[in-house]
């Protein structure tokens, strides 16, 4: 069957002060589009539906319209979310069972990933086995840790670790839960098999950072918390639809991120943002990256002042997010008023005059910063205040003043 | 500096004894909850714990807290891989345990080292262990809160500081205190130059005084005198050696011829006492002769002096033998006595028994006298007891039988108080017969009256009724005649001639009613009109009727009920009795119950009589009874008192007719001195023998020792006469005579022999002082002595003089030297000193032009150096929008650098002051500068580490995506630091998941820790 897999939405983001959600409602009619085009029995979002926890009014009214305009293209169409870092679980799993019923599918609860959520179409049947993201203290001990600490190892006799932290050891946790329960279905599947002659194909949906992966700038950083998660576990699945890492990419043979839905950092201007559209079956996958075009770009430039206010080949980025990197010597004044009335979207502006003096500074405070002697430090002083080098008998005068002054001090 | 453990008793809003373990918790926590429940307090405890003060200035001791509560805060840290825990206790004033008032208790701290698993103590006194702290942690308490510890709405203190203000604490932070040393060393040993200049150009001047215009010459001139003076010296100097060696030579002569008059001198003396001298050697010879027979000769004297003593003693036990015969008759006629005393002493033993029988006696015969006395006594109480007894009981009968005379019939009484009663009570009875007939008649006769008033209105009722129902007759007769009439004109008006009559049916209609249409039609009308008038009077009648009805019906039934009763009342009262009016039966109830009234009181006086006899009869009896006892007690006592008087005749007999006792007492002495004298007579008997014992055997050992000494002396006289033969002498005198004691012997040998030497000694220095003497003359030492006087004196004053000489010469060209001296010293502390006077100008910004102080050239390039840090951070923070960057230009003036702090906006391209940012941006820029500072300061030597930051509060200041930026950030840069955060921004919680979530209950705060 083909799903689409999208992820890190975002929804209610703004950069540089600047609201997003105009953009994001463009890019949501993209996929839209391509829902009615493809007509894919699962849309799927794998994390990071919202930019934050408590999310603006406007941002869950236009998910709320998304997936009514997905269920108005065909009913049929299930729909499957799960929570990201950036997402509060609880609020976005809000009343779960009832939207299950309505072939919504919102995972909040880790403690129910071995329960997969199963969508039939045609013939096909899918297990999508979904996987909140892991807050430290997801998962309730029930398997003992073993103590494969150091502390536990020094013999210090600490307790070990009661409650799970660390994103890897939850995530082993989970694979743990969900392959005892996928090898359970897939015993049973063999005794349908006999009968329906089709197997089920498994596929895996979590948000976290997977080991080998490209990270953004725009991604946030996991607090306090170890961030990679092993991606050998991912053989064991059919498919792995992966959130989080904001640049389309694929880890091992099953994982793919599909990448946020818009450039989110003017670092990132340079690649295409988009989803993915995947044919699904028991034991393969093949995933097409749908490029979606944004309302308007994340472009920067690097030029002089000149040139970026009156160079005509950027006239097609004038309705573009734009940063503009000034590279001229000395500092421009107010340049920010000028270049918005070209580029009314200019969010951003640096000078390179401010950077070199910072490059200078840290280089200059490096080699300070190992122990100026303060011989030398007369030296620079004499040369500051007298502009020539002190005489030999002057330095010498001042050596012999230091240690007689360093003597006395206690 | 890493907190591991913190424990809060009873401070700030928690109560009783908080823990947090800080370990729990990641590297990035948060510390949340409302406002107000006791967040920053977490972070004040932990400044207090270091410092002794909390940041926020508030009071650490709870407000909760009682006076008997503990409060403290105990704080388990690491600080460079030493863990280390201080316990501090806040100073108090509370109430006192005992006693009113209250007691003042200091703060308190204490500080463990953490060694193997234990912690061992490392300071208690407050000072110590403060000073302690700040080594350990490296920072002071306002350097913690400026890197570590950000305080609320502290930091942005420092960011917006000018020179001045921010001066002072980076000269704590930077170590620029050599700068400031060296510095003012310089300017110290510049003015010291300058004072030692001035002091040597004084001594210079003086010294040029001292020395005068010419001292050249003065100096040729006292080395030319200094040589004269020393040829005098040398001259003088030989004379008097010669004069020296002459008077030597003279004194020796002299002492020869000395010598020689001595050694004549001492041989003359010898000479005297030759002769002496050798009879002291004869007797020598002669008593070492004698020593030989000493031992014997003295044996022999001590013997013969044995025997005399014998002798003597012999003598002495026969005198007392003597002596002890001369009393033996006394001692006889001491026995005698003794046997006469001892008979006389058993006859008066017999007396004293019959006298003690008679005392007996006596005594007996008194103490029966005192009972008859006793009895007699009784005797006369008894007969009196009975006569009163008597008298009494006598009274009381007559008493009684007065009572007993009066006796009524009490039976009688009671009978007639019965008859009485019943009348009264049957008065009573009439009395309410009557008024109760009174009552019924009473009532008989308003049932009467009633009964009339119904009659009377029954036969009204019933006229009406008559009335009525004629009236509903011929109202009933007119509606009706007036339906047919209407009924008669309708068909009239119907009729057709020819058609038959629906009434008669007649075709012909002659004469139908209401016959003229119009005036029918009218009269219908009209009449219909009447019909109804009709009808309703009608109905109105029957109604009326109707009612007559039910009142003449009702009227009935009421006078028949009234009937009825009216009967039934009469027919009882024709079942009355007759009975008496109310006022006749009242006044035979009077006459009753005064019947009554009398008989009750004769009963009464009745009773009370009885009641009398009663106890007369009663008291009787007890005066009987005490009447018969006193009788029974007379005969007693008169028994008593025969009894005792034949006893006391009993006595009598026995007694002797007088008291004994005397005869007894006089007896008793006779006795007692007659056997003290008997023991003195024996004791003096036995004295007496035990005399003449001792006598005995005093004589027998005497003679036996006589006997002893006679045989030693014969034994020893004959050893001393051969003694004597053998040691030459004749006779023992002659012995006696020559011997010498040992002491004795022994001088005169000494004696002897140093004569012989002295001889011999005299001889040799009488020839040796003659050999000395020859050939040389007697000296006249008195012409040498003077002339020796002399040269001396010459010698000392050839001496002074070249002193003198010497002196001045000296003096002279010291003084020049150090005249010298002083100039070459001059001169080169001149270049010296105006090098440092120079330089103590440079270094303390005294020059003209730029005045820069050292010191502040440092700090500045300290400050540029954190200004530098901060900047990367807040590039970072604000997305590469602001710089940071020291203020230029503020160089110029009084020698301060500049450390103003100015922030550079990429959009404007302009700088502007710190102070102009908003409340966020300044949040930002003071989280950049603090992270600036704290990476200059542990990179410089020896600097801390500082593996905390803690923010409180700021972020709520911030809006999303400048938040996000600046967790962003500090989680970069913070490397291995942990970052602690107060804040109660919500978005926080859901960004960071270790947390301390603080809730404030009525009574205190609680803490928890989620991660």
């Known amino acids: ?410 | 500096m890493r907190l591991r453990n913190l424990v809060l008793s009873n401070v700030g809003p928690y109560v009783g004894r908080v823990e947090l373990d800080f370990t729990e918790l990641g590297d990035v926590f948060l510390v949340c909850g409302k406002t107000g429940s006791g967040k920053t307090t977490i972070f004040d405890a932990v400044a207090y714990a270091l410092y002794g003060s909390a940041v926020s200035g508030r009071d650490i001791v709870s407000h909760f807290a009682a006076d008997g509560d503990e409060v403290f805060v105990d704080l388990d840290f690491e600080a460079g891989r030493q863990r280390w825990r201080v316990q501090r206790k806040p100073a108090r004033t509370v109430a006192k345990k005992r006693g009113a008032g209250t007691t003042d208790r200091p703060m308190e701290v204490a500080l463990w080292r953490r060694e193997a698993s234990s912690w061992i103590p490392a300071g208690g006194k407050a000072t110590e262990v403060d000073a302690a702290l700040e080594r350990i942690i490296g920072l002071s308490s306002k350097e913690f809160i400026k890197i570590v510890l950000l305080p609320q709405g502290e930091f942005q203190r420092f960011l917006e500081m000018n020179t001045g203000e921010r001066t002072p604490i980076l000269e704590k932070l930077f170590p620029v205190d050599l700068h400031a040393a060296v510095s003012d060393l310089a300017r110290e040993k510049a003015k010291e130059a300058e004072a030692r200049a001035r002091d040597l150009d004084d001594r210079i001047r003086v010294s040029q005084e001292a020395l005068g215009a010419e001292p050249e010459a003065a100096l040729v001139a006292a080395g030319r005198e200094l040589d004269s003076a020393r040829a005098a010296e040398k001259a003088a100097g030989g004379a008097l050696d010669a004069a020296k060696a002459s008077g030597q030579a003279a004194a020796i002569g002299a002492r020869a011829w000395a010598e020689l008059e001595a050694a004549r001198g001492e041989r003359e003396a010898l000479e005297a006492g030759a002769s002496q001298a050798a009879s002291l050697s004869a007797r020598l010879s002669r008593a070492e002769a004698a020593v030989g027979a000493s031992a014997a000769l003295e044996a022999a004297g001590r013997a013969r002096q044995e025997r005399s003593a014998a002798e003597l003693s012999v003598s002495a036990a026969s005198a007392a033998m003597a002596d002890s015969d001369s009393k033996a008759p006394g001692a006889a006629s001491t026995r005698e006595r003794l046997g006469e005393l001892a008979t006389g002493l058993a006859a008066m033993d017999r007396e004293a028994g019959l006298l003690a029988a008679r005392s007996m006696a006596w005594a007996r015969l008194l103490g029966a006298s005192d009972r008859l006395e006793s009895a007699r006594t009784r005797l006369g109480t008894a007969q009196a007891a009975r006569d009163a007894a008597s008298l009494s009981l006598a009274k009381e009968v007559v008493a009684l039988e007065a009572l007993e005379a009066g006796v009524a019939d009490s039976k009688a009484l009671s009978a007639e108080r019965d008859a009485a009663a019943a009348g009264a009570e049957a008065g009573r009875e009439a009395v309410r017969l009557s008024l109760e007939s009174e009552r019924f008649s009473a009532e008989l006769e308003g049932l009467r009256s009633r009964l009339a008033v119904e009659t009377a209105s029954r036969g009204d009722a019933a006229a009406r009724l008559a009335e009525a129902t004629v009236a509903l007759a011929s109202a009933e007769a007119a509606v009706e005649s007036r339906r047919d009439a209407i009924a008669a004109e309708r068909l009239a008006s119907r009729l057709a001639d020819g058609q038959p009559c629906p009434v008669c049916g007649s075709p012909d209609h002659p004469a139908p009613a209401g016959a003229e249409a119009g005036v029918a039609m009218r009269a219908g009308q009209h009449d219909g009109g009447k019909l109804e008038d009709t009808e309703r009077a009608l109905s109105g009648a029957r109604n009326a009727a109707r009612s007559m009805e039910n009142d003449a019906v009702a009227a009935g039934t009421r006078a028949a009920q009234l009937e009825k009763t009216l009967s039934q009342r009469e027919a009882e009262a024709a079942s009355l009795l007759p009975v008496l009016s109310v006022a006749e039966s009242l006044a035979n109830l009077r006459a009753a119950s005064g019947r009554l009234e009398a008989a009750d009181r004769a009963l009464a006086l009745e009773a009370d009589r009885s009641v009398e006899a009663a106890r007369a009869r009663a008291a009787i009896g007890r005066l009987r009874g005490g009447f018969d006892a006193a009788v029974a007690e007379l005969s007693a006592a008169a028994a008593m008192v025969s009894a005792a008087e034949s006893a006391a005749a009993e006595a009598a007999s026995g007694a002797g007719g007088s008291d004994p006792g005397p005869l007894v007492d006089a007896l008793g002495m006779k006795r007692a001195s007659v056997s003290a004298e008997q023991a003195r007579l024996e004791s003096e008997l036995a004295a007496w023998e035990r005399e003449r014992g001792n006598a005995v055997a005093r004589a027998a050992e005497a003679s036996a020792r006589r006997q002893r000494a006679l045989d030693a002396l014969v034994l020893a006289e004959a050893d001393a006469a051969m003694a004597l033969a053998e040691s030459g002498f004749d006779s023992e005198e002659a012995w006696a005579a020559s011997v010498m004691g040992g002491s004795e012997l022994a001088a005169s040998k000494a004696e002897v022999m140093a004569r012989a030497n002295a001889e011999s000694s005299s001889a040799a220095r009488l020839a040796a002082a003659e050999r000395a003497v020859a050939g040389v003359s007697r000296p006249d030492l008195a012409a040498i002595e003077s002339a020796l006087g002399l040269a001396e004196a010459a010698y000392v004053a050839a001496r002074e003089r070249l002193d003198a000489a010497a002196r001045a010469e000296r003096d002279t060209s010291a003084g020049l030297e150090a005249l010298a001296g002083l100039v070459a010293e001059r001169a080169a502390l001149r270049e010296r000193g105006d090098r440092l006077v120079a330089m103590a100008r440079l270094l303390n910004g005294d020059t003209e032009g730029r005045r820069l102080s050292f010191k502040n050239y440092a700090l500045g390039s300290y400050f540029a150096m954190v200004v530098d840090r901060a900047s990367v951070r807040l590039r970072e923070m604000s997305d590469a929008r602001y710089d940071m960057r020291v203020a230029e230009g503020k160089a110029g003036g009084r020698g301060r650098v500049g450390l103003d702090l100015e922030v550079l906006d990429s959009f404007t391209g302009v700088a502007r002051p710190a102070s102009s940012l908003s409340g966020g941006e300044k949040f930002l820029a003071s989280i950049s500068l603090a992270l600036g500072l704290s990476d200059v300061i542990v990179s410089r030597a020896g600097g801390v580490a500082l593996d905390s930051i803690f923010i409180d509060e700021g972020f709520g200041s911030l809006d999303d995506e400048t938040m996000d930026r600046a967790i962003a950030a500090l989680d970069r840069v913070r490397g291995e630091r942990v970052i602690g955060i107060v804040s109660h921004v919500a978005e926080l919680r859901s960004r960071i998941p270790s947390r301390i979530e603080v809730e404030k209950a009525r009574r205190g705060s609680t803490l928890r820790v989620v991660s």
């Open chain 1, 1 to 410: 069957m083909r799903i689409f897999h999208l992820a890190d939405l975002h929804l209610g983001k703004s950069i540089h002060e600047r609201d997003l959600l105009e953009d994001q409602r463009h890019a949501l009619d993209a996929v839209l589009c391509a829902v009615g085009a493809e007509s894919p029995a699962c849309v799927l979002i794998a994390g990071d539906v919202f930019d934050r926890s408590v999310p603006t009014a406007e941002a869950v009214t236009l998910f709320g319209s998304f997936a009514a305009a997905i269920k108005a293209i065909d009913p049929g169409i299930a729909i499957v979310v799960i929570p990201g870092n950036h997402d509060s679980a609880a609020r976005l799993g809000f009343m779960a069972t009832v939207l299950a019923q309505a072939g919504v599918h919102i995972a909040s609860d880790p403690e129910s990933c071995d329960s997969p959520v199963v969508v039939e179409n045609g013939g096909d049947r899918t297990r999508f086995w979904l996987l909140p993201f892991l807050t430290p203290g997801a998962f309730h001990r029930e398997s003992p840790v073993p103590d494969l600490s150091i502390a536990g190892q020094a013999g210090l006799f600490d307790e070990p670790e009661p409650i799970l932290r660390s994103q890897a050891d939850m995530f082993a946790e989970a694979m743990r839960r969900i392959g005892e329960a996928m090898s359970g279905e897939r015993t049973r599947d063999q005794t349908r098999e006999l009968d329906s002659g089709t197997r089920a194909a498994d596929v895996l949906v979590c948000h976290a950072f997977a080991r080998g992966g490209l990270a953004s700038e725009s991604e946030r950083v996991f607090l306090g918390t170890a961030e990679l998660v092993d991606g050998t576990a991912f053989d064991a699945f059919d498919y792995v639809a992966l959130g989080h890492l904001h640049r389309p990419q694929a880890v091992g043979s099953r994982g793919r991120y599909p990448g946020s839905i818009l450039a989110y950092s003017f670092s990132e201007s340079d690649g295409e943002r988009g989803f993915l559209s995947v044919e699904l079956s028991p034991g393969s996958s093949l995933a097409e990256f749908r490029p979606i075009s944004p309302l308007r770009r994340m472009v920067r430039f690097h030029g002089s002042y000149d040139r970026v206010l009156s160079d005509p080949a950027l006239s097609v980025y004038e309705g573009d997010y734009v940063e503009a990197v000034l590279d001229d010597a000395d500092a421009v004044l107010n340049p920010m008023e000028a270049l918005r009335r070209r580029f009314p979207n200019i969010l951003s502006l640096r000078q390179a005059a401010f950077e070199r003096t910072e490059v200078r500074g840290v280089s200059g405070a490096a080699g300070r910063s190992e122990a100026l002697s303060i011989a030398d430090e007369f030296a620079a002083f004499h040369r500051e205040v007298r502009e020539v080098d002190p005489e030999q008998a002057d330095a010498a005068l001042f050596a012999e003043l230091c240690e007689e002054a360093s003597r006395e001090a206690p």
